[in-house]
């Protein structure tokens, strides 16, 4: 498995929220939020993230585009986790680092318990949540999952401090080459500084 960089989204990050649960399939909606969300729904739900409150982890290829994503949200001891990932990304380790990171996140604010609540259909999340342990209990058809969280620690805050800046670090780059990218692909097609609809004007003689 290859290395899965996590980064903290942050309240600038709704448009890219919004266009990533738009292009989960219906069904994969479904199995994510309960029900197939339409695309009015998907824009409440993005809006209602209280991003000081809760946290929101994303996972990006090398478009800059958003392929995974884990919301953990926040009461006073518990944090519910749910995660998303683009069919084509899966299979990649992308669920796991990012229920790894939210965990993590979630320990170091001093929570105990850690919950995740889906249908027991998603064999996804119920894979993610068998493999970290979690106790789980199905009944009617949906699936409620807890993990106890050890203490918060020195190392472990260490650690997510370290991780986090190593992941803005490891985004700044990602977006530098993808602008490079698309930039040398405008350049290829003739298309770089030019204004649509517009002819370039002619210099005047000197």
């Given at each position: 498995?290859?290395?899965?960089?996590?980064?903290?989204?942050?309240?600038?990050?709704?448009?890219?929220?919004?266009?990533?649960?738009?292009?989960?399939?219906?069904?994969?909606?479904?199995?994510?939020?309960?029900?197939?969300?339409?695309?009015?729904?998907?824009?409440?739900?993005?809006?209602?993230?209280?991003?000081?409150?809760?946290?929101?982890?994303?996972?990006?290829?090398?478009?800059?585009?958003?392929?995974?994503?884990?919301?953990?949200?926040?009461?006073?001891?518990?944090?519910?986790?749910?995660?998303?990932?683009?069919?084509?990304?899966?299979?990649?380790?992308?669920?796991?680092?990012?229920?790894?990171?939210?965990?993590?996140?979630?320990?170091?604010?001093?929570?105990?318990?850690?919950?995740?609540?889906?249908?027991?259909?998603?064999?996804?999340?119920?894979?993610?949540?068998?493999?970290?342990?979690?106790?789980?209990?199905?009944?009617?058809?949906?699936?409620?999952?807890?993990?106890?969280?050890?203490?918060?620690?020195p190392e472990s805050i260490t650690g997510e401090?370290?991780?986090?800046?190593?992941?803005?670090?490891?985004?700044?780059?990602?977006?530098?080459?993808?602008?490079?990218?698309?930039?040398?692909?405008?350049?290829?097609?003739?298309?770089?500084?030019?204004?649509p609809g517009c002819e370039p004007h002619p210099?005047?003689?000197?």
């Amino acid at each position: 498995m290859t290395h899965v960089t996590v980064v903290r989204l942050q309240d600038g990050a709704r448009a890219a929220l919004a266009e990533h649960f738009s292009a989960l399939p219906p069904e994969d909606r479904r199995l994510r939020f309960g029900y197939s969300l339409a695309k009015e729904a998907i824009f409440a739900y993005v809006d209602g993230i209280d991003f000081d409150r809760d946290a929101v982890f994303g996972v990006h290829d090398d478009r800059m585009s958003l392929v995974g994503v884990a919301h953990a949200a926040f009461d006073e001891r518990h944090a519910e986790l749910g995660i998303s990932v683009l069919p084509e990304h899966r299979r990649c380790g992308i669920g796991g680092a990012l229920f790894e990171r939210a965990a993590e996140h979630a320990r170091n604010r001093f929570v105990s318990r850690l919950f995740m609540h889906c249908l027991s259909e998603n064999e996804a999340i119920m894979h993610i949540a068998r493999r970290a342990g979690m106790d789980i209990v199905v009944e009617a058809g949906d699936a409620d999952a807890h993990l106890q969280l050890p203490p918060a620690s020195p190392e472990s805050i260490t650690g997510e401090y370290v991780a986090d800046r190593l992941a803005l670090y490891d985004f700044a780059l990602k977006a530098q080459v993808a602008a490079w990218n698309r930039l040398n692909a405008a350049l290829a097609d003739g298309t770089a500084g030019a204004t649509p609809g517009c002819e370039p004007h002619p210099r005047s003689p000197s």
